[in-house]
Nanobody, 121 residues
């Protein structure tokens, strides 16, 4: 079993910055893709950014140029640096990871508990 623990959310004014962190913990595993999703009030969850273990990235068009995803593979941690925040970025942000238990070929998808990001105008 793997747990994803997020931190770094909060309230910020438009134009400000926040940095989210997500650390994975558990026994004997490796992580393929790690990423961030968000769910604005009354809307569906959507991909924000993702990064493979090899460093390839994928961003939602709405955050390109403002958000940066990074990983520390040694710490099984993924970060999301969010700059030039807008009120439309207000959402619950969820960490997501594709995890492969050691010695097995299957992968499992895990979610964090979510962290609230609120951007005031």
């Amino acid at each position: 079993q793997v747990q994803l623990v997020e931190s770094g959310g909060g309230l910020v004014q438009a134009g400000g910055s926040l940095r989210l962190s997500c650390a994975a913990s558990g026994r004997a595993f490796s992580i393929n893709t790690m990423g961030w999703y968000r769910q604005p009030p009354g809307k569906q969850r959507e991909l924000v950014a993702a990064m493979t273990s090899g460093g390839s990235t994928n961003y939602a068009d709405s955050v390109k140029g403002r958000f940066t995803i990074s990983r520390d593979n040694a710490k099984d941690t993924v970060y999301l640096q969010m700059n030039s925040l807008k009120p439309d970025d207000t959402a619950v942000y969820y960490c997501n990871a594709d995890v492969r238990p050691s010695g097995r070929s299957v992968t499992y998808n895990y979610w964090g508990q979510g962290t609230q990001v609120t951007v005031s105008s």
